[in-house]
């Protein structure tokens, strides 16, 4: 099966992805990246490894996805085959047009126990409401802000004197085996 990968930023996600696939333990193929941000390092770590990697034109809105970009995004991963979409570190809200073209095929990470600190920096939102632990969700993408059936969690402790950054890299650890794992499964129920 063929994956789709939509990031915004470093994509140590998609790392870890091509890293499952290279060692066997997930089946698939990352068949293009793309990306809102044509200075992304996740582009960078495609087009080292020989896969298409394209920017995706937001008409200038710095937040907004409009429907036409998303609606050529969809064109797009079908004309590559995508049979599954994993967004990772994708910081646009997908909606309608991209999502009727891949009705429950498409995932997210994020870095909380959802539902708890949905939205942005989640490791901040755990940090400060002094929470005991988080960790991270995969889940279906919705039109939502990640709000879609949950796949799967992992879960770490936030100890004291926990920094938003330190806690982050600890559950930025879970999400590289999370996610490889979480997109394995999903395949094997499209298959
Ligand atoms: C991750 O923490 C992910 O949970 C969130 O954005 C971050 C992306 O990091 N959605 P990376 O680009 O994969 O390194």
């Known amino acids: ?11 140590s996600n998609c790392q870890s992805i091509y890293d499952a696939i290279q060692s066997g333990s997930l089946r698939a193929e990352i068949a293009v990246v793309m990306s809102d941000n044509p200075d992304a390092y996740i582009l960078e770590r495609a087009r080292s490894w020989g896969i298409p990697a394209e920017v995706i034109d937001c ?3 710095k937040t907004r996805f409009p429907e036409e970009s ?5 064109a797009r991963l079908k004309q ?9 570190g994708f910081m646009r809200l997908v909606k309608l047009p991209l999502l009727k073209e891949f009705p429950s095929r498409i995932l997210n990470i994020h870095p ?5 600190f949905p939205g942005l920096h989640a490791w901040e939102q755990a940090v400060n409401a002094g929470a005991a632990e988080s960790g991270c969700t995969v889940h279906y993408v919705d039109d939502g802000m990640d709000t879609g059936p949950i796949l799967g969690q992992a879960r770490v402790p936030v100890l004291p004197g926990d920094t938003p950054e330190s806690l ?3 559950i930025q650890e879970q999400e590289h085996t999370l996610y490889p794992a979480m997109i394995a499964r999903v395949l094997e129920t499209l298959a």
């Open 1 to 11: 099966p063929k994956l789709g990968i939509l990031g915004s930023g470093s994509g």
């Open 70 to 74: 998303q609606a050529s995004v969809a």
């Open 168 to 170: 982050h890299a600890r």
């Open 59 to 61: 008409g200038g809105f």
């Open 80 to 88: 590559y085959g995508v049979d599954c979409v994993c967004l990772a």
């Open 112 to 116: 909380s126990l959802l539902p708890a």
